[in-house]
């Protein structure tokens, strides 16, 4: 396969701009959930979070129309969706329960829509849309994202941005994690505590975690070209951007999904990075990914864990 030229990437300034957390800000002190039973998670995210709905911000001003007509996909806490609106888009939400958040939602005046994104036919006309948020979801998705993004792609008219972030599997973090027998999640927790999610805060944790790489064949496959990825959280200067714990993906809307036509064998999938073709990075690898198999072995055998799994019966 002929090289390509690889797809532009930054890293994350390291504090968004002060407009953007003093709005967020103002918008955060409006957003509690109707429950005493969210209100421990909600302050916990809105807190844990500023500076990253200030960043989602900062770029939705630098990479979308100003007053375009956006769908903002997860709208609980409705934090962002007030911020943007507040920011001069013509914003919607479409949230699994927006009901958790209803006089937020009514304090904020912005219009957050009941449909679970996974299953449900998205309530809107082909080509309602002029750009879209998909900030912090992708990971959740547990029953089809298929469907998920071919709605996705329905409702944005042809060229329509999309900006995706969501946790790269391929991060330092990630790899010390599984390198050292943890969970195989860059930043997520046990599968217990994902799924318990679901029953504790009405929807659901982290299902998995994506490499760059990954994201990007998958909305290849579905009609969205990668203009650039941007890799988030904080890292050294002295390692790659590549090993910063996020990314966000400024996507296109470049062609129509037709699910009859798509067949990732066919070449749909994203092209190897210039210079190097798929069997020049496997054989590359081998003798690391060799290696870190036996670090691993030898790490979970000195604690007592390696080769030791409880039989069921």
């Not at 967020?24 to 429950?35: H, K």
């Not at 990007?216 to 988030?232: D, H, K, N, P, S």
Request: a negative charge; glycine letters at 6%.
């Amino acid at each position: 396969m002929a090289p390509v030229n690889p797809i532009p990437s930054r890293a994350e300034t390291e504090h968004p701009s002060f407009a953007s957390l003093e709005l967020i800000d103002e918008v955060s002190r409006t957003v509690e959930p109707d429950s005493p039973a969210l209100e421990s998670w909600s302050s916990s995210y809105v807190s844990d979070f500023r500076e990253r709905f200030a960043f989602d911000l900062d770029y939705a001003r630098e990479l979308l129309a100003p007053a375009a007509r956006i769908i903002e996909v997860g709208s609980s806490p409705p934090v962002l969706t007030g911020a943007l609106a507040r920011a001069g888009y013509d914003v919607t939400g479409i949230d699994l329960d927006p009901t958790r958040f209803a006089r937020a939602v009514a304090d904020l005046a912005v219009r957050v829509v009941k449909v679970d994104i996974e299953c449900e036919r998205w309530p809107f006309e082909d080509q309602s849309f002029e750009g879209a948020l998909f900030f912090e979801v992708f990971e959740h998705l547990r029953i089809n994202p298929i469907f998920t993004v071919a709605e996705l792609n329905r409702v944005l008219t042809p060229g329509a941005r999309v900006l995706l972030s969501t946790p790269n599997a391929h991060s330092l973090i990630g790899h010390l994690r599984y390198l050292l027998g943890r969970e195989t999640m860059s930043v997520g927790g046990s599968i217990f505590y994902e799924f318990q999610k679901l029953s504790r805060i009405g929807h659901m944790g982290h299902v998995r975690e994506y490499g760059v790489s990954d994201i990007i064949a998958f909305f290849a496959t579905l009609g969205f070209e990668t203009e650039e990825v941007i890799y988030r959280g904080h890292g050294s200067k002295f390692l790659p951007r590549s090993y910063r714990p996020f990314a966000t993906y400024v996507l296109r809307k470049v062609a129509a999904f037709d699910a009859t036509a798509a067949d990732p064998q066919a070449g749909n999938f994203a092209a190897p990075r210039a210079g190097l073709t798929q069997p020049a990075v496997l054989a590359a690898m081998y003798p690391v990914i060799w290696a870190s198999f036996l670090i691993r072995e030898t790490l979970l055998r000195r604690s007592g864990r390696g080769a030791r799994y409880p039989v069921v019966r």
